[in-house]
């Protein structure tokens, strides 16, 4: 990749930069095979310069901490971009608003609002990975959505500008907004709401301890595989279609949540996905409804490379 050895070369830019480098360890179902090119970017004005410096027509894959995406074997062409930790800004304003950083952990959002008397935010203490992805796939658990508290995105198009999008522009639905993959969001504002501690402790408490009570913990998993349909849960069908604990090679279906997968050991990216179409084969047999990844699927199998 030239056009990349070129822009270390220059020192325009000053983040870091891999080449068929293994995303295995760093997603959170430890699978997943290696990116083409990875860049870790400094800040957001080294980003923007990366960005303009690079062929429009490579494609961009932009994630935060892997939580809730499964990389397939062959891994990722083109550019992976991770948002590190970096991208931490936080800053609070009048009428309880805050910008936070796209970099910052959810649960540490939880936190910040909580140390600041800000209602509203206790559901991101239950939520894995950082904001960024939370805001891009409308995250949200115990009744409680990213789209119920946003106020404005500011998000950096692949051409390197910066552009500004409120709430009704995200369009968000279900686990889903307009965000593409060659978008990438860089900071966002917040609405909140004044309110006692003790309350918002409650809250966070109370998410935690469901969270806890209800989902596998040390294990590798990518948090919810499915998709909720319209008025039933996904685990529900999965556990009445008889298929708590299955496994395929070292995938399985964790017994604690049936809408968890978990990494035995030794699972591959495609012991995730064979495992993913048989439940969702399976579920639409027994119960007529299909179901859909909530749980990302990224690259090529080994079989396309």
């Not at 889903?176 to 978008?183: E, G, L, M, R, Y």
Request: glycine fraction near 10%; charge should be negative.
């Amino acid at each position: 990749m030239p056009q990349f050895h070129d822009l270390i070369n220059s020192n325009l830019i000053q983040g870091k930069i891999f080449f068929d480098k293994s995303l295995e360890n760093l997603t959170w179902l430890k699978v997943g095979g290696k990116a083409s090119c990875l860049y870790i970017p400094k800040n957001k004005e080294d980003l923007a310069v990366f960005l303009k410096h690079i062929d429009s027509k490579v494609k961009i894959s932009v994630f935060g901490r892997l939580s809730n995406v499964l990389i397939r074997d062959g891994g990722i062409s083109g550019v992976t971009i991770l948002i590190p930790p970096s991208f931490s800004q936080l800053e609070i304003h009048k009428n309880n608003k805050i910008t936070l950083g796209s970099g910052l952990l959810d649960k540490n959002v939880s936190q910040f609002a909580y140390d600041n008397n800000l209602g509203g935010f206790e559901f991101l203490s239950g939520i894995p990975g950082n904001i960024g992805g939370a805001i891009a796939m409308n995250a949200g658990c115990y009744g409680s959505e990213i789209k119920d508290i946003i106020d404005e995105v500011l998000i950096l198009e692949k051409d390197g500008e910066l552009k500004s999008y409120n709430n009704e522009e995200m369009n968000f639905s279900y686990r889903n907004s307009t965000i593409k993959t060659d978008q990438i969001i860089i900071e966002a504002t917040f609405q909140g709401r004044h309110e006692n501690k003790s309350n918002i402790k409650e809250k966070i408490d109370s998410v935690i301890s469901s969270k806890e009570e209800s989902q596998p913990s040390k294990v590798a998993t990518g948090g919810s595989t499915f998709k909720n349909p319209k008025e039933v849960k996904a685990w529900e069908l999965i556990n009445s279609s008889g298929l708590s604990g299955y496994k395929i090679g070292g995938a399985m279906i964790s017994p604690i949540h049936n809408n968890f997968f978990i990494n035995t050991g030794n699972a591959s990216a495609e012991d995730f996905e064979k495992l993913g179409e048989f439940v969702i084969h399976k579920v639409e047999k027994h119960h007529g409804i299909r179901l859909e990844w909530e749980i990302q699927l990224i690259g090529e199998s080994i079989d396309d490379i």
